[in-house]
């Protein structure tokens, strides 16, 4: 009898494992159908715009019009918070991307966060004159955890006249108040 007694209690354990494994799996199934959520609603809200532009554009002075639905207005006034805090990334994403492009640290300030503003220069953020900083264009923007969200963007440089090159670039953007402000720029 005591050896029906351990096999119970082993399959009692074993019982209890396979559970718990199932509800692990079912959390992650979750959290990974939540996270998909996200990054849909993100491709989304950039579908949701209308380019003002043509994507070969140009502003005057020093400032590019960026490609496709980076030059955007959106066709419907954003109705949830995630919405609202979409639209001020990608704002301060726009902003601080066509300074870049433009080469002016002074007109980037208001989209950096001081910390960031505080550890460039100007010298630093212009980079070199040759070739020439052209235009931009989001690649991608995701929900990155703990309210940083990331945006991949795509610098295209010109050589005396020409397309050159290009160059990719992760920007960290953090909530600061009631915006958003670009953290750091890395190349990737």
Same mark, same amino acid.
Request: hydrophobic share 40%.
């Given at each position: 009898? !005591?050896d029906?007694?351990?096999?119970?209690k082993k399959?009692t354990?074993?019982? @209890?494992?396979?559970?718990?494994?199932g509800?692990i799996v079912?959390?992650?199934i979750?959290v990974?159908?939540?996270r998909g %959520?996200? @990054?849909?609603q993100?491709?989304n809200?950039?579908?949701?715009? /209308?380019p003002?532009?043509s !994507? =070969? =554009? #140009?502003? #005057?002075? #020093?400032?590019i019009?960026? &490609?496709?639905a980076?030059?955007?207005v959106?066709? /419907?006034?954003?109705?949830t918070?995630?919405?609202?805090i979409?639209?001020?990334?990608k #704002?301060?994403?726009t902003n601080?991307?066509?300074a870049?492009?433009? %080469?002016?640290?002074? *007109?980037a300030k208001?989209y950096m966060?001081?910390?960031? +503003?505080?550890?460039?220069?100007?010298? *630093?953020f212009?980079? @070199?004159?040759?070739?020439?900083? *052209?235009?931009?264009?989001?690649?991608?923007q @995701?929900f990155?955890?703990?309210?940083?969200?990331?945006?991949?963007?795509?610098?295209y +440089?010109k050589? &005396?006249?020409e397309d050159?090159?290009s160059?990719?670039?992760?920007?960290?953007?953090? !909530?600061?108040?009631d915006?958003?402000?670009v953290?750091?720029?890395?190349?990737?």
């Amino acid at each position: 009898m !005591p050896d029906d007694k351990i096999v119970s209690k082993k399959k009692t354990i074993q019982i @209890v494992l396979i559970a718990a494994l199932g509800l692990i799996v079912l959390v992650l199934i979750g959290v990974l159908i939540w996270r998909g %959520r996200q @990054v849909n609603q993100a491709k989304n809200l950039v579908n949701t715009v /209308t380019p003002t532009a043509s !994507p =070969t =554009t #140009t502003v #005057t002075g #020093t400032k590019i019009v960026i &490609q496709g639905a980076q030059s955007a207005v959106a066709t /419907t006034t954003p109705q949830t918070d995630e919405e609202v805090i979409f639209s001020q990334v990608k #704002t301060a994403a726009t902003n601080f991307m066509n300074a870049y492009v433009g %080469r002016s640290l002074e *007109d980037a300030k208001p989209y950096m966060t001081n910390e960031y +503003y505080n550890s460039t220069n100007q010298s *630093d953020f212009a980079g @070199v004159s040759s070739p020439s900083r *052209d235009r931009f264009e989001f690649v991608t923007q @995701v929900f990155a955890g703990a309210d940083v969200y990331q945006i991949d963007v795509k610098v295209y +440089y010109k050589l &005396q006249g020409e397309d050159s090159s290009s160059e990719s670039f992760r920007l960290n953007i953090l !909530p600061f108040g009631d915006q958003h402000l670009v953290n750091s720029m890395s190349s990737i």
